[in-house]
């Protein structure tokens, strides 16, 4: 091993010590409870669409945050409202559908507003 290496070598654990990451502190977060306006204090998901709105999924819904209000979609006698209160998660289908894990699923474009439910049915339910 040449010497250049070896200098390396016996540095590396000098520098790697000296290496932290950034202090995570309570104080810099913001906490939103159903006392804020979401529908829920049990979040399955969060994600954030193109245009910076948080979606989450709770056990009483699907709520939107534009960073100061939230804004809830419950489900409902119409078609186009989410099947289930109790929504398990969330998946982007591309760049604007948002597709909501309810009884079925229920799809979300973000940048119209338009809504659609999609229910599976299935033969041997177990």
Not at 34 to 63: F, K, M, R
Not at 74 to 83: E, G, K, Q, V
Not at 101 to 110: D, E, Q, R
Request: aromatic share 12%; charged share 15%; hydrophobic share 35%.
């Amino acid at each position: 091993m040449s010497i250049r290496r070896s200098f390396i070598f016996l540095l590396l654990p000098f520098i790697v010590n000296n290496i932290c990451g950034q202090e995570i502190n309570e104080k810099d977060f913001e906490r939103y409870t159903i006392t804020e306006g979401i529908s829920h204090n049990y979040i399955s998901a969060v994600t954030q669409d193109p245009t910076c709105y948080i979606w989450t999924t709770t056990a009483a819904g699907l709520n939107r945050f534009n960073g100061n209000h939230f804004v809830q979609f419950h489900s409902n006698n119409d078609s186009l409202s989410p099947a289930s209160e109790e929504t398990a998660g969330m998946n982007w289908l591309d760049k604007y559908q948002l597709a909501i894990y309810t009884s079925g699923v229920h799809i979300v474009n973000t940048q119209t507003g338009e809504t659609k439910n999609i229910f599976i049915p299935y033969h041997d339910k177990q």
